[in-house]
């Protein structure tokens, strides 16, 4: 229904960054990866914003292309204090991506701020599995 209603805001204004944001995250929220990374790139093409540009980062990490999503959160946060929440998606993407070792910290911090959280849960596992298996 949330779909709909933006679909009728940016009808009236396509060329608003901030909705195109809302949109792009409203698609996440639905599993649309591929929508949401266009509505977030179309609202970059006309604001800079380092919140987009880590939300950009999850949803291309999440629609498939994780080491380039871990780019994009990267160069963001970078820029930007993350949240705890933020933190937890971007040790997320960095399991994905094949960096457990890098993961740990994000998710533990991530699990701080909601440990009900199941992905992060067992993320962390598979993570701190795998760091415990090197060393």
Do not use: K
Not at 101 to 106: G, L, R, S, T
Not at 115 to 130: K, T
């Amino acid at each position: 229904e949330a779909r709909g209603f933006f679909d009728e805001v940016l009808a009236l204004r396509p060329d608003d960054p901030v909705f195109l944001a809302n949109y792009g995250l409203c698609l996440e929220m639905l599993d649309d990866h591929a929508g949401a990374v266009e509505a977030y790139r179309s609202s970059l093409d006309l604001q800079e914003d380092a919140q987009v540009l880590f939300q950009l980062g999850r949803a291309t990490c999440l629609g498939g292309d994780a080491e380039r999503g871990v780019q994009m959160m990267w160069q963001s946060s970078s820029v930007v204090m993350i949240t705890a929440r933020e933190a937890g998606d971007l040790g997320l993407c960095l399991e994905l991506s094949g960096r457990p070792d890098q993961a740990v910290p994000y998710l533990e911090q991530g699990l701080r701020a909601n440990p009900d959280n199941l992905d992060l849960v067992h993320s962390l596992e598979r993570a701190s599995a795998w760091t415990v298996t090197v060393e």
